[in-house]
């Protein structure tokens, strides 16, 4: 071998080594970015890992009691009366988590399973039943102005309900105590219902109205929290008026079933009203009833603090029926020559529900003549028309019976 050779073949082998260390180096740099691509998708996983955990620490967590706060037994509000799902009373203590200045009693709280402490405050809701009752909030439109011949009627319920409502200074004043509310009665279609909804529209209140039989059901079902969610609702919108539709229907469905459900229903409703008599500050808040049929009522019911006044709807006397006719007659379009005093006495002993009904069958008769005038004979169809069907069907009152 010669020097030249022996040369070359090392240039040779640097050149090789050169190349190598090269494909070395990418080589190392591909596994440094492996790595990179590894260490965070080990990151992600452990992310992941860590959220799957909390989940299954979240499983596997016992479930919460709920219960209601029945009292608060010391001033920093550290112990608790609550009565849970169960309807056992229990002592229990209350933990960091919740406010205590937001504790109340009334509020539904959740308790730790094991030693029953409050953890949490839960949000109050209105009941499903409380949302589904007729709540026309200030927005009713009728005026006393609307309702034909009860005058007597509309004076009390004025002094009764709207006064207490507008001007309570004017009771302070005097040194009495205003009523609570009052009772309406009378045949079927006779107003009860009309003025009641006039009172809360004129006096600007909110108006809640409960059908007796539904509030009963449900109080039997559910003791006295949805009373108590009624008053809140009626308290926090006040004034407020808390109308009591169809207490008769109480009794007149349940005497049929039992000998003594009537009674027993009855007693009830006493529970419920004395429920009502132990919520103070309700100087906002009246009570108006309205039944057909009074003499059904435990007289408990009309004892001073419940329905203090009684109010007689009785059927509506010629002028009365004048009022009403020429209420129902305001948007009709009507012949002028008609006979008003000859319909007036063609329905005596009906019902302001049957004048109504009278001006609507009337209008319909024009209608199918293809007129845009009401007639008299259209009337006098129409009063047969109303007379008829009421024999069929006493829907609304005895009328010509
Ligand atoms: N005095 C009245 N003046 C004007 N309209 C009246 C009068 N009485 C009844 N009406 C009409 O009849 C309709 C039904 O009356 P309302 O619902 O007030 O009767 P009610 O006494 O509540 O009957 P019920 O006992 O069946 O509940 C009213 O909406 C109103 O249009
Ligand atoms: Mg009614």
Redesign the pocket.
Known sequence: MNMIEGEDRRNKDDEFLKSYINHLETKIKDVQNHIDLLKSDLLRLEDESQGLKREIEHLNEVPLLTGEIEDILDESKNRLIVKTSSGISYIVNTTERVKQEDLSPGLQIALNQRNFAAVEILPTKLDPFIKGMELLEKNIDVAYG?????DDQIQEVRETVELPLLKPELFKRVGIEPPNGVLFY?A???????LAKAVASETNATFIRIIAAELVQKFIGEGARYVREIFKLAKDKAPSIIFI??LDAIGATRMEDATSGDREVNRTLMQLLSELDGFDERKNVKFIG?T?RADILDPALLRAGRFDRLIE?PL?NPVAREA?FK??MRSINMETTIDLKKIVDLTEGG???DI?AICIEAGMFAIRRNSEMVTYEDLLKAVEKVKNKSKEVPLTSDFFT
């Open positions: 609307d309702i034909g011949g009860l009378g079927p279609g006779t107003g009860k219902t009309l539709d169809e309205a057909n709807f509506p009403i209420i129902h019902t302001g529900a109504k």
